[in-house]
């Protein structure tokens, strides 16, 4: 049973750039989260999706950044006209239901974003 | 507003004597709360956990305890080893509309553990 993948693992992209960062959670796992780690600091929570459906989304930023998670396929966080502020770790988590306290709760390995 | 606060960006201990990492929170909503564990270049791993109805929780080696009044919370690890060093994150979580412990962490700053042989 695989965990949850996140690709790629590094991406270099250059200012005014898209980038597109996939996770594909584990099998049965319908609940989706991102969050954003920059430079010594802690895990910042981006958004939370189920199949279709964003679900929260109050952690993302207004403008280029957008997420979605289809009925095939996985996850995506699409990061538009990239600056040097969105280099970080992007990591995404996965669950089968939202009460984590009962069903756990999985990290990905990250995408490391590099703006230059 | 940094709702989840560890305070302490490092911690040292010596093999087999005991590490205690701390964390304060300010949001009274929070009913859960989490213990990972993080390498570099990997994703956090989960360690342990407790609800707002528990005071401690304990597995092998790891023990959270939980002071609600004081709203602090600290992670027991008893004997510590040198494969222990990592960065440690305490992370919270408030209950949904549904009652259930939702899936959106808050997340404190992390301290570095070097457990020395």
């Known amino acids: 049973n695989a965990g949850v993948m996140q690709n790629p693992r590094h991406l270099v992209r250059r200012r005014g750039q898209e980038a597109r960062l996939r996770c594909s959670p584990m099998?049965?796992?319908?609940?989706v989260y991102w969050y954003r780690q920059l430079p010594e600091e802690g895990l910042k929570f981006m958004v939370y999706?189920?199949?279709?459906?964003?679900?929260?989304e109050s952690g993302m930023p207004k403008e280029r950044f957008s997420a979605e998670f289809p009925k095939e396929g996985p996850s995506i966080l699409r990061i538009q006209q990239v600056v040097r502020g969105d280099s970080a770790a992007y990591f995404c988590?996965?669950?089968?239901?939202?009460?984590?306290?009962?069903?756990?709760?999985?990290f990905g390995s990250g995408t490391r974003l590099t703006v230059v | 507003d940094q709702q989840v606060k560890q305070n302490s960006p490092s911690l040292s201990v010596q093999e087999g004597r005991i590490s205690i990492l701390n964390c304060d929170y300010t949001?009274?909503?929070?009913?859960?709360f989490l213990w990972y564990k993080k390498y570099p270049a990997e994703g956090p791993t989960f360690l342990i956990s407790?609800?707002?109805?528990?005071d401690k929780n304990e597995d092998g080696r790891f023990t959270v305890f939980l002071n609600k009044s004081a709203k602090h919370l600290s992670l027991h690890i008893v004997p510590s080893q040198p494969g222990d060093s990592a960065v440690y994150f305490c992370?919270?979580?408030?209950?949904?509309?549904?009652?259930?412990?939702?899936?959106?962490?808050?997340f404190g700053q992390g301290t570095i553990l070097t457990v020395h042989p």
């Open positions: 999706l189920q199949k279709e459906n964003i679900i929260d």
């Open positions: 992370a919270a979580s408030a209950k949904y509309a549904g009652g259930t412990s939702y899936g959106k962490l808050t």
């Open positions: 988590a996965s669950s089968p239901s939202m009460d984590i306290a009962n069903y756990g709760y999985t």
């Open positions: 099998k049965g796992h319908s609940h």
């Open positions: 949001n009274s909503m929070f009913d859960y």
């Open positions: 407790i609800s707002s109805i528990k």
